[in-house]
């Protein structure tokens, strides 16, 4: 009997969140920081597709290259916190405030990340004549 009372609470408690209309009702705007062709551009198109096969609404691609990406990440920025403005950030987006004073955006303050879509793999090369054979050699 108890058990009945607990699924009780919980269809009751959770009722509120199926009420709610669903998302989405509208375009989203996937804005990509980079021109078309590049790698950034082929994940936000890929992303765009799949989204919009799966749930039934247009995900639309805006490229905003320029500015080393700081264009495009300031309209994401400035466009309203409703969950129609998506952007796909490359890993310099975190390093843009150290090459310009003021990006115009806090990339803590104005962004919530949803997800990590590709990983990178990195390797730092040296002419064979050098020394060093790891990074601590290197410095």
């Known amino acids: 009997m108890t058990r009945l009372y607990v699924l009780a609470a919980f269809i009751v408690m959770t009722s509120a969140a199926f009420a709610q209309a669903p998302w989405p009702t509208k375009p989203v705007r996937v804005i990509v920081p980079s021109p078309p062709g590049g790698g950034t551009d082929t994940t936000g198109r890929f992303l765009a597709a799949q989204f919009t096969a799966a749930l039934g609404t247009n995900f639309i691609v805006d490229n905003r290259g320029g500015a080393s990406g700081v264009i495009g990440y300031q309209l994401a920025a400035r466009s309203p916190a409703d969950g129609y403005t998506l952007l796909v950030a490359p890993s310099s987006m975190t390093t843009v405030h150290l090459l310009t ?39």
Not at 102 to 112: C, E, K, Q
Not at 117 to 136: D, G, M
């Open 101 to 139: 004073r003021d990006p115009g955006f806090d990339v803590v303050r104005d962004f919530a990340p949803i997800t990590q879509v590709v990983e990178i793999p990195q390797v730092v090369v040296v002419h064979p004549t050098l020394a060093a054979r790891t990074l601590q050699e290197l410095r």
